[in-house]
């Protein structure tokens, strides 16, 4: 493994261990205040561009793309938090109403 590898993986690693945290505390705030479904698309679209950018370069090592598309697959998890928090800010809006 070279150095630049270990360094990607480290970066990669430091971004994903993050958005664990980010969906435990979106899902228990059960609110969509303070979130930003642009931000994760973006997010999600970068990871995108790096997956295929490691495939079309053909400098991919398997354990450098399995980090992308784990972080991918956890910042997708948080769109689907998003999505049910926003489902339970509209519950709660017609029940104040």
């Known amino acids: 493994m070279q150095i630049s590898e270990l360094l990607e993986i480290i970066m990669v690693l430091s971004f994903g261990l993050s958005w664990p945290l980010n969906v435990r505390k979106a899902y228990r705030a059960r ?4 979130s930003s479904l642009g931000f994760l698309m973006l997010i999600e679209f970068g990871y995108v561009c790096g997956i295929v950018g490691k495939l079309v370069g053909g400098t ?8 992308y598309c784990l972080n991918f697959l956890v910042v ?8 049910r928090n926003r489902k339970l800010d509209k519950a709660a809006e017609l029940g104040k109403q």
Not at 31 to 34: P, Q, R, V, Y
Not at 60 to 67: C, D, I, S, T
Not at 76 to 83: D, H, I, L, R
Request: proline residues 0%; positive net charge.
């Open 31 to 34: 609110t969509t205040k303070g």
């Open 60 to 67: 991919w090592k398997w354990y450098v793309l399995f980090f």
């Open 76 to 83: 997708g998890s948080a769109v689907a938090v998003y999505f």
